[in-house]
Nanobody, 127 residues
């Protein structure tokens, strides 16, 4: 059974850091794009960052570029999202997702053509 399980969310002060983890089971990462999406209250879900597990190509939304870093460990079937310089507007539920690599990482991440979703983890940035 394919599963994506997120962890690492929580409450952090503005300017702080968090690292989200996504553990994949039931499939191997190395043929998929894995992404982090987020949804804030009253807003649409957006693609934050994605990585192609095979060639390592990445995409970052403009709102997080320079502050967030996505990485993967194919041997451990894990994907991470390091979030630095967090802002209150980063507050959202963050979801890990797998996407079939039909086209570029950027296109897939922006379109959000997700095959499987994790259950989500809450990130709250507040003083």
């Amino acid at each position: 059974q394919l599963q994506l399980v997120e962890s690492g969310g929580g409450l952090v002060q503005p300017g702080g850091s968090l690292t989200l983890s996504c553990a994949a089971s039931g499939f191997t990462l190395d043929s998929y794009i894995i992404g982090w999406f987020r949804q804030a209250p009253g807003k649409e879900r957006e693609g934050v960052s994605c990585v192609h597990s095979s060639d390592g190509s990445t995409y970052y939304a403009d709102s997080v570029k320079g502050r967030f870093t996505i990485s993967r460990d194919n041997a451990e079937n894990m994907v991470y999202l390091r979030m630095d310089s967090l802002k209150p507007e980063d507050t959202a539920v963050y979801y890990c997702a797998s996407l079939d690599p039909f086209t570029t990482v950027q296109a897939m991440c922006v379109i959000g053509l997700v095959s499987y979703w994790g259950q989500g983890t809450q990130v709250t940035v507040s003083s």
